[in-house]
């Protein structure tokens, strides 16, 4: 019998345990992944994504050729897929590592029990959180709500487990058996966009695979992290890991990053260091969010909610804040920032997703879908989550009367306006202090500020009162 390796959300051989287990095995192995866009429930992934999944399997597939194996690529229905892969190729072990949303799990149930009713012994292995959403549970035994209970929890849990080296030891592969079945050319499937082809910026930017997230998360741990408390803040320099699309599609372990900081610092973490970690910990958060509420990207997590009085922006509204061209630099400069390399800074994402929900009084929900297609970093668990946590309708989410000021944010963290002028050529010619406030000077066409903001915000913050009074 051989063993089947089912890849999905874990591109990577190193402290892969479901690749570990099975070569550990010895018999010849199978490696799959699947692109399903067709089973219930799944989110078909965005344009940026789909760009990173691309240059992630390429990667993926010539790192495995150089150990002598191969990565099979199917598209379709991943149960069928799946299926036929395993009975094709006399499998009697499958492998995956966990998955946490609710189609997921759904799908992998199910393969599950039909292996068992065929004899084949299926095994899943935790892989891609720190803590199974399962495991984490308040004193009266519930899931969590707020953050900071949670990831003390969390720490309170117990130790976490050591990476695997397992990648080193993949056994020959199946083709000198019985031969490998064959699978999608990854060209077939179109991940790339073409006309237009809006990926230059993105190219420019990422080295997608495990080989770009190592080089990532080294460069971080030796220079950026010491000083990340205040580094995260400024939009300008490199002070944030840039680690997000990595982690999303699997190319580097949460227990990498754990361990290489635990190397580092094996007596006492400091404080800066305490302050990325617990970034890593709202991404569990969102995760166990996710796994206790499956419908996080559609709908309130706090129900009151679904009487708020969206506003209804018009599409030339809409189409300005996703251009980067709402007259606020600090938000255009973020939008375009996404635009253009698929990742926006996490405190311009706050003001930009502020200044879309609260300025223009618009539905989240439209927000989180403009960032799904345009992130490469985009998941099903940190995006709505944090959508939410804007819009007030979240778990532990930032309080209603929050809005962020783009001016005053821009000042404070951007005080030079070296971001600014980075994404804005229009402005770029301004001094310190216009570069902020742009209609006050000449510029080279940058727009009129869409909304006036002491307006807008007063309309904001007069229907959530009125959400409040209901
Ligand atoms: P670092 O500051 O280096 O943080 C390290 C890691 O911690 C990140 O890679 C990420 O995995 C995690 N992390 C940091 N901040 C958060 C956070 N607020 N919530 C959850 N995890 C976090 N992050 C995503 O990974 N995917 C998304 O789809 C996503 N959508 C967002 C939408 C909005 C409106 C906002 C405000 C934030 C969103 N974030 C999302 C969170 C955050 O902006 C990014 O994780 C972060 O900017 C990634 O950059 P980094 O890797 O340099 O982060």
């Known amino acids: 019998a051989t063993s089947l390796v089912w890849l999905r959300d874990d591109l990577r051989l190193d402290d892969n345990p479901a690749l570990a287990e099975a070569a550990g095995l010895g018999k010849p192995m199978t490696v799959v992944y699947v692109l399903d866009e067709e089973s219930p429930g799944v989110r078909p992934l965005g344009g940026a994504a789909r760009w990173w999944l691309h240059h992630s399997l390429d990667a993926l597939g010539t790192e495995l050729e150089a150990k002598g194996s191969r990565l099979v690529l199917r598209r379709g229905r991943s149960s069928d897929v799946i299926r036929k892969l395993a009975t094709q190729t006399h499998a009697g072990h499958l492998f995956w590592n966990r998955r946490y949303g609710q189609p997921e799990r759904d799908i992998d149930a199910g393969l599950k029990e ?27 035994g519930g899931p969590y709500k707020v953050y900071s209970p949670f990831w003390r929890a969390c720490l309170a849990a117990g130790d976490i487990r050591d990476p695997l080296d397992g990648s080193g030891s993949l056994p020959e592969p199946a083709a ?58 400024i939009p300008g320099t490199e002070g944030t890991s840039r680690l997000s699309p990595h982690l999303r599609f699997g190319e580097l372990s949460p227990f990498r990053v754990w361990r290489e900081i635990r190397r580092r610092h094996p007596r006492k973490v400091p404080a800066d260091v305490g302050i990325f970690r617990s970034e890593l910990g709202w991404r569990e958060f969102n995760w166990h969010l996710l796994y206790h509420n499956p419908d996080l990207a559609t709908r309130n997590f706090r129900p009151q909610f679904d009487n708020f009085q969206w506003g209804s922006p018009s599409r030339k509204e809409l189409a300005a804040w996703q251009q980067g061209n709402t007259g606020y630099p600090l938000v255009d ?96 010619r301004l001094d310190g202090k216009q570069v902020h406030e742009p209609w006050n000077a000449e510029t080279d066409g940058y727009p009129a500020p869409l909304v006036d903001l002491p307006e807008s915000r007063e309309r904001a913050l007069d229907t959530y009162q009125k959400l409040k009074d209901s």
């Open 176 to 233: 000198s058996g019985r031969g490998l079945p064959a699978g999608d050319a990854l060209g077939s499937w179109k991940l790339l966009p073409t006309s237009p082809d809006w990926s230059g910026g993105l190219a420019e930017t990422w080295e997608p695979g495990e080989h770009g997230a190592a080089q990532r998360l080294e460069d971080f741990l030796d220079g950026p992290i010491e000083d990340y408390g205040t580094g995260r803040n």
């Open 333 to 428: 400069a973020g939008m375009r920032q996404l635009w253009q390399t698929g990742w926006m800074h996490n405190r311009v994402r706050m003001a930009a997703a502020s200044f879309l929900v609260k300025n223009l009084l618009t539905d989240w929900r439209i927000g989180e879908q403009w960032f799904w297609d345009t992130l490469v970093d985009a998941d099903a668990a940190n995006n709505p989550a944090n959508w939410q946590w804007v819009a007030g309708s979240g778990a532990d989410a930032s309080p209603y009367y929050r809005i962020f000021n783009p001016v005053t944010q821009s000042k404070k963290f951007d005080a030079g306006g070296d971001y600014l002028r980075k994404f804005i050529p229009e402005i770029a």
């Open 114 to 140: 039909w292996a068992a009713d065929n004899g084949i012994e299926a095994n899943s292995f935790q892989a891609n959180l720190l803590f199974e959403p399962w495991t984490i549970r308040t004193g009266s």
